[in-house]
């Protein structure tokens, strides 16, 4: 079982419009709204590829019980604790030519809640993979996502970790298994990276130093670059398409990574297998499906060694 955790997810409103006049009405002429969040994007991927999957989470208010029913419409079994407070806030994606967000700041979430979530966590077990994925909000702590890892040790469940900041740099010493950082985060956690392959890669070891495992960097059209803890780095273009949108690349890389392991890929197999999910990502109008991603896996390269 992949089971993903996103503290704070949303509801992504995404509306198509001509032209973003501040001031001024515009018009639209489509709009979309969808369940969403970095966990859960993890787990519609997943799904949509035919792996089980679970979202765990928080949700509260009306909007969560909105939220909750179009995740149910997907299929994917989730299992939120409901906040008595405040509402699962709403994202507004407007595009435009080119895309600008409004996303929401969501709800308090208490240190009970939190507890309760981990508390579940004690279900899992060898085989199954723990999914860490999104920012943390303002008002939890910064070692949440530490903690956490900490409550699988010894378990036997593998864990991946795509955050950012604070979050990501407590969460090394815990050696997660996968840690997927963009270019940006790795930027910052370093204190600057260079954009090469190479000069990426030794970055990456930086943070193996300090506890992490595997490493997929996510470079957006670019590609991305893999730094497995044994091993040379591997890097690999994107697959050529028009890129529609930016929502999910991320997300999707990681659950197609989960599948290559899951199904017993090589390193370059599931560094290929990724690379196509994100691509597919790029050029679908919101997650892809399988059949994106198989298209976009025969358009997809070779690694290359670092």
Known sequence: MIYTVTLNPCLDYIVHTDALRPGALCRTHGETLYPGG????????????GLPTRALGFIAGRTGALFASLLAE?????????????????????SAHEQTELNGAGPAIPASALGRLADTLDTLGEGDWLVLSGSVPADVPADVYARFLDRVRGTGAKTLVDTSGDALKNALPCAPDLIKPNFAELDALVGGAPRSPAGLAACARELQQAGARDILISLGREGALLVPEQGGALYLPAAPGEAVQPVGIGDSMAAGWLYARAHGFSLPEALRFAVAAGSAAASSAWLPDRAAIEAALRQTGTPQAV
């Not at 966990?39 to 991927?45: A, F, K, R």
């Not at 997907?74 to 407007?94: A, P, S």
């Open 38 to 49: 970095k966990g859960v994007n993890v787990s519609l991927v997943c799904a949509a590829l």
């Open 74 to 94: 997907t299929g994917v079994e989730y299992d939120f604790c409901h906040l008595d407070r405040g509402m699962t806030r709403i994202n507004v994606k407007v």
